[in-house]
């Protein structure tokens, strides 16, 4: 059964600081890995997808990378910005259908 | 519409009562998904659609949950004799074909709380 982690839980820097994010996952076999956004009563923002068969994705400030063999992605975000406080959420596509595993995410907050 | 639509925004209901919540996708996305958000937990995946037809059901927790999507566009949850445990935020996602390749598009989510 696929299991997803987020670590850490919350985390607090200040603004300017590049960070990372962690994500692991205990099956290799999924079909992608995706990253999203949630602030505070809100729905979710996909921010980055990688396909099982690619090993990062970059979207502006956002770096996602992929190692199946370990189990793990991590997030960086290049010079933080209080608004890219929120909610940061990893899930692993368990089929071909796209359904998705979620981790419990990581509670971001950017001090300015 | 321009994104993912979910009505109502929030649902305040009594322990055995039945609710329906209502997801309106993206124009032209075959794909529709439902998941539930409880406090502190990420989304856990409740039934996904292809079209009209429900291709995985398999996260739906018991028979008192029930999805159509009669017309392949706007999905309907219902949730029969509602229970205090019920209470979550239901996510309403779609996808263009609905493949592990398809970014999903969610909604703002529905606020269930079961009194």
């Known amino acids: 059964k696929q299991e997803v982690t987020q670590i850490p839980a919350a985390l607090s820097v200040p603004e300017g600081e590049n960070l990372v994010l962690n994500c692991s996952f205990t099956?290799?076999?999924?079909?992608?890995l995706q990253w999203f956004r949630q602030d505070p009563g809100k729905g979710l923002t996909s921010l980055l997808l990688?396909?099982?068969?690619?090993r990062e994705q970059t979207s502006g400030r956002l770096n996602a990378s992929l190692d199946k063999s370990s189990g793990r992605s991590t997030l960086y975000i290049a010079a933080s910005q209080p608004g890219d406080s929120a909610t940061y959420l990893c899930?692993?596509?368990?089929?071909?259908?796209?359904?998705?595993?979620f981790g419990k995410g990581t509670k971001l907050s950017v001090k300015p | 519409g321009a994104g993912v639509s979910q009505t109502p925004s929030n649902k305040v209901t009594e322990k055995g009562k039945y609710v329906e919540l209502r997801c309106d996708p993206i124009?032209?996305?075959?794909?529709l998904y439902w998941y539930r958000q409880s406090l502190g937990q990420g989304p856990e995946f409740l039934i996904y659609?292809?079209?009209?037809?429900?291709?995985?059901d398999s996260g739906l927790p018991n028979d008192r949950f029930f999805a159509v999507r009669p017309e392949g566009s706007v999905s309907t949850l219902k949730i029969q004799r509602t229970e205090r445990g019920d209470s979550a935020v239901y996510l309403c996602?779609?996808?263009?074909?609905?493949?592990?390749?398809?970014?999903?598009?969610f909604g703002p989510g529905t606020r269930l709380t079961v009194l």
């Open positions: 996602a779609s996808s263009f074909l609905g493949t592990s390749a398809d970014e999903q598009f």
């Open positions: 099956d290799s076999a999924i079909y992608n």
């Open positions: 990688i396909q099982s068969s690619q």
């Open positions: 899930a692993a596509s368990r089929g071909s259908q796209g359904n998705l595993i």
């Open positions: 124009s032209g996305h075959t794909a």
């Open positions: 659609f292809q079209g009209t037809g429900a291709a995985d």
